[in-house]
């Protein structure tokens, strides 16, 4: 993936990856940031990203790593208003855009969550009743 990216770049990287992947993906991601980038990793679908050194990303040009979640940002009624706000304006204004990966029955849910922890799923996967 990372010589893929430096490809793509001219050699130089992308400003920020983001990884919901984990484990599998995290030396990856690293691997294809530009000098200063930024590694955000948010999910763990191989498995929670292993501990990285802080020389380590020295070594990658000062990369700049970050954890984000959901709390951190909503921490009270007015924070969620703000962001829910925000959300569904980029929403309506198709500045982002929610992707439907797969449906499945309601009464299919357990095969649902099978096809997630199995990582082979694309954007939402929504239950209908």
Known sequence: VADKVRELTGG??????YDSVGRISAEESLNSLRTAGWFVTYGNASGPVEPIPPGRLAQGGSLVMTRPTLFSFIQDAESLTRGASLLFSALSSGILK????????????????????????????????
Do not use: C, M, N, Y
């Open 98 to 129: 929610a992707e439907i990966g797969q449906r499945f029955p309601l009464s299919e849910a357990a095969k649902a969550h099978e096809a997630i922890e199995s990582g082979t799923t694309t954007g939402a996967t929504v239950l209908v009743p």
């Open 12 to 17: 130089r990287g992308v400003d920020v990856s």
